[in-house]
């Protein structure tokens, strides 16, 4: 079975600073993809950044990127030039991949983010 | 519509009573998911439909909880006798299925149970 652990469970970061937020996970697969989503007051879970396993170059969408290191098992994410707008919670996700299907996502405990003024 | 629809978005019911909740994934998404998330915690995965059928049902904590989608598009979850434990939030998900991973998530029924 896989697991996925957040140790933060709550970071302070102010705003326009950069913040670094853990994961790892437990898996004896070898493909499979990751994932960081932001869940704000409004419940609604949204994709921040994925990664498959089988790339080694580390995901990055605008501010946000990812430390992938596959053999340690952990998944960070970087969150740069914070803004007020990225306070939320934010779960790491695994997905094991089966054939091209998607599959379930197993969820993190989360880490909830305050972007300080 | 432009994103996945979940009702009621709140829920108060008695315990003992019977409740359902529905989904309304994105337009010609064949994937859909159904998670319980907790207070404090991940969501957990229930059930996963591909189309109509049910391609992964696990995560389904007893035989109270059952869902549906008999069409292939819309869901509906039911569970029966409720107790005070089924209290949570229940996210709806859905994707286009195939190779693309990205799950599109509703808002979610809080659902309380008294």
């Known amino acids: 079975a896989q697991t996925v652990t957040q140790s933060q469970p709550e970071m302070s970061v102010q705003e326009a600073e950069t913040v670094t937020l853990s994961c790892t996970y437990d898996?004896?697969?070898?493909?499979?993809?990751l994932f960081w989503y932001k869940q704000p007051p409004s419940r609604q879970m949204i994709l921040v950044i994925r990664?498959?396993?089988?790339?080694?170059q580390n995901a990055t969408e605008n501010r946000f990127s990812v430390n992938f290191q596959k053999a340690a098992k952990s998944f960070s994410l970087k969150i740069s030039d914070s803004q007020l707008g990225d306070t939320a919670m934010y779960f790491c996700?695994?997905?094991?991949?089966?054939?091209?299907?998607?599959?379930?996502?197993?969820f993190g405990t989360g880490t909830l983010l305050a972007v300080q003024p | 519509g432009a994103g996945v629809s979940q009702t009621p978005s709140n829920k108060v019911t008695e315990k003992g009573k019977y409740v359902e909740l529905r989904c309304d994934p994105i337009?010609?998404?064949?994937?859909l998911y159904w998670y319980r998330q907790s207070l404090g915690q991940g969501p957990e995965f229930l059930i996963y439909?591909?189309?109509?059928?049910?391609?992964?049902d696990s995560g389904l904590p007893n035989d109270r909880f059952f869902a549906v989608r008999p069409e292939g598009s819309v869901s509906t979850l039911k569970i029966q006798r409720t107790e005070r434990g089924d209290s949570a939030v229940y996210l709806c998900?859905?994707?286009?299925?195939?190779?693309?991973?990205?799950?599109?998530f509703g808002q979610g029924t809080r659902l309380t149970v008294v």
């Open positions: 998900a859905s994707s286009p299925g195939g190779g693309d991973t990205e799950a599109f």
């Open positions: 898996t004896s697969e070898s493909n499979y993809y």
């Open positions: 990664q498959e396993a089988y790339k080694q």
């Open positions: 996700a695994f997905m094991k991949q089966v054939g091209g299907a998607t599959n379930k996502l197993i």
């Open positions: 337009s010609g998404h064949t994937a």
């Open positions: 439909f591909q189309g109509t059928g049910a391609a992964d």
